[in-house]
């Protein structure tokens, strides 16, 4: 892996801290709204959910509404039958939840409580819709939190994997320097083995021809033996 490559990666890093700082200052809100749960129109109250996708926030609403007793089913709506929620009433009440992506990244949270005969709204029921207002603000915030967390969890996984890549390179560096060193050290050997070479050589080429004439003496000397 090449030094250039970790440039998007801090890129990317950056972009997400400027991201993170942005939605710091966003608070998260419940308002009140009138929504269409299976062919009814009804008073809802809506919140939206940071850095969680829609799947993730339908299966912790789901949780939700088991942890309160009900029997959940869903199609297009969450319906949580009979769920026990002692904040808001001391008896039964049916939920009616959405949950929707939006453009944005965020994803939208819109709940009705049918109090039975009635949907909860703020100018009827105004200490409920607080309790109410409270659990749709504790949900968004927790499951925010923890979409949160993961991406964290997720980018210190990465941040280590990419501080593991970088000390790898610079032990790569470090072993490249030290046979660079090692190279420069056989070439100056190797170097003064071609000058002792060239001398021997010269030596060798000295005693053949010595060792020539030595021998071209010797058999004139037995040519002349009679």
């Given amino acids: ?78 319906f949580a039958d009979n769920a026990l929620v002692k904040t808001l009433s001391d008896n039964t009440v049916d939920i009616y939840a959405k949950v929707s992506q939006m453009k944005d990244g965020k994803v939208q949270l819109i709940v009705g409580f049918d109090l039975g005969g009635a949907f909860l709204n703020k100018a009827q029921h105004a200490s409920k819709y607080n309790a109410a207002e409270k659990i749709l603000y504790d949900f968004a915030v927790s499951v925010s939190k923890n979409a949160v967390g993961e991406k964290v969890e997720e980018a210190q996984k990465e941040f280590s994997k990419r501080e593991k890549a970088l000390e790898a390179l610079k032990k790569d560096n470090e072993r490249l320097h030290s046979d660079i060193e090692k190279y420069k050290k056989q070439i100056e050997d190797a170097e003064g083995n071609i000058e002792k070479n060239v001398k021997d050589q010269e030596e060798a080429t000295k005693a053949i021809e010595e060792q020539k004439t030595f021998l071209e003496l010797l058999q004139e000397k037995e040519k002349a033996i009679k």
């Fill in 1 to 78: 892996m090449k030094l250039k490559h970790l440039l998007p990666v801090c890129l990317v890093a950056i972009f997400c801290l400027i991201q993170s700082n942005g939605i710091a200052q966003e608070k998260i809100k419940v308002t009140d709204t009138r929504e269409d749960f299976n062919d009814q129109r009804a008073d809802a109250l809506v919140v939206e959910i940071y850095e969680a996708d829609a799947s993730f926030v339908e299966k912790e609403w789901r949780k939700l509404m088991k942890d309160f007793n009900a029997k959940v089913s869903s199609k297009k709506v969450i």
